[in-house]
């Protein structure tokens, strides 16, 4: 059984710039989920993907978005990088509800210069 | 508003002690579940324990257990036998809405440290 895998691990982009990060949900989970860490805080909900539709999304802009594709990988994708966009970008994958808990990746580490 | 509070944003242990890590929520639900979570240098999150609202007995996995007040609205961990390994962020986190629109809220986390 695989976990979670995000790419790429670290990232450099200057402001203005566009980013997109991917990530491979667990084997059998089926809704993947978005959530920016900024250093010394808990992850804040971005969005979620379920069957390949947004299916609730936290309070973030719309230049945050994303793709789920059939095989229930996932793509994040941030336009106009603003440097408060500065953070860790975790993913997690569950099967539906997240009953049995949430399996996240290890991050993308997103520096805006 | 769902809100998670983690009081204490440090802690320290020595090494094959006990130590206790707070949580207090907000939630106006009536069945869910509660989390903690680990998140080491590795940056990953990783599921510590997990326990149902509906259940009155406190949730334990191995060296880890947790005091659940749903009253007091309150999910404390408590880590016994404190091993290096154990050095960490934990947070703890519920999820809100239902059905498939669960998401996870978390609090601020609270930094362990183990001493040997």
């Known amino acids: 059984e695989t976990g979670v895998t995000q790419s790429p691990t670290h990232l450099i982009k200057t402001r203005g710039q566009q980013v997109t990060l991917r990530c491979s949900s667990q084997?059998?989970?089926?809704?993947v989920s978005w959530y920016q860490q900024a250093l010394g805080q808990g992850p804040q909900f971005i969005f979620q993907y379920y069957r390949e539709e947004e299916n609730g999304r936290g309070n973030f802009p719309p230049r945050f978005s994303g793709l789920q594709f059939p095989n229930y990988s996932s793509e994040l994708n941030v336009n106009a990088l603003e440097l408060d966009d500065s953070a860790l970008y975790l993913c997690?994958?569950?099967?539906?509800?997240?009953?049995?808990?949430?399996?996240f990746g290890s991050g993308t580490r997103l520096t805006v210069v | 508003a769902q809100t998670v509070t983690q009081s204490q944003p440090e802690m320290s242990v020595q090494e094959a002690e006990t130590v206790t890590l707070s949580c207090t929520y907000d939630?106006?639900?009536?069945?869910?579940?509660l989390f903690w979570y680990k998140q080491p240098p590795s940056r990953q999150m990783i599921l510590v324990i997990r326990?149902?609202?509906?259940?009155?007995q406190n949730a334990t996995e191995n060296r880890f257990s947790v005091n659940f007040q749903k009253a007091a609205k309150s999910f404390s961990l408590k880590i016994s036998d404190s091993q290096l390994g154990d050095a960490a962020m934990y947070f703890c986190?519920?999820?809100?809405?239902?059905?498939?629109?669960?998401?996870?809220?978390f609090g601020k986390g609270t930094k362990l440290s183990v001493k040997p």
């Open positions: 986190a519920y999820p809100v809405g239902r059905g498939s629109q669960g998401n996870l809220i």
């Open positions: 997690a994958s569950s099967f539906r509800t997240g009953y049995y808990g949430y399996t």
């Open positions: 939630t106006s639900e009536s069945d869910y579940y």
């Open positions: 084997s059998g989970h089926n809704t």
């Open positions: 326990q149902e609202a509906y259940k009155q």
